[in-house]
C-alpha cells in the first residue's frame, strides 16, 4: 500500500526548499543580530515599561554575541549593517555599563528582573 499524497504539503516542501535555496546565511545573522539587540536595550529596562524586564545577564550575552558575529557581517554583509550594528553595539556596552553601575549601587539582585 503507497502512502497518501499530499499535494498541499508536497507544495509546502517545495516552497520551503525554494526559500532554503535563496538564503544566505549573512542574512541570517544579520536578522539575528538586529533580534538580539533589541531584546538587549528591552533587558537594560531603561524605560518604565521596560524596567520589570531587566536582565542585565541576558544584556551580557547579547553583548558577547554581538561582539563575536558583527565581523561576519563586515566581511559578508552590507557595509550600512555593518556600520550600524558597532555603533548600536558601542551604545548598548556603554548604556550597560551605567545600568550595571546603577544596578550595584542599588544592591543585589536589582541587575535582573
Not at 27 to 34: A, K
Not at 86 to 100: Q, V
Amino acid at each position: 500500500m503507497s502512502p497518501v499524497r499530499d499535494p498541499q504539503r508536497e507544495r509546502l516542501a517545495r516552497e520551503l526548499t525554494e526559500d532554503l535555496r535563496r538564503l544566505r546565511v549573512e542574512e541570517i545573522v544579520g536578522q539575528m543580530l538586529m533580534t538580539l539587540e533589541s531584546i538587549a536595550y528591552r533587558r537594560l529596562g531603561l524605560t518604565a515599561d521596560a524596567l520589570p524586564d531587566r536582565d542585565l545577564d541576558q544584556v551580557r550575552v547579547a553583548i558577547e554575541t554581538m561582539d563575536a558575529l558583527i565581523p561576519v557581517i563586515e566581511r559578508s554583509g552590507p557595509a550600512e549593517l555593518a556600520q550600524h550594528l558597532r555603533s548600536s553595539g558601542s551604545h548598548l556596552k556603554l548604556s550597560y555599563a551605567e545600568a550595571a553601575r546603577q544596578a550595584a549601587q542599588a544592591g543585589p539582585g536589582a541587575g535582573a528582573a
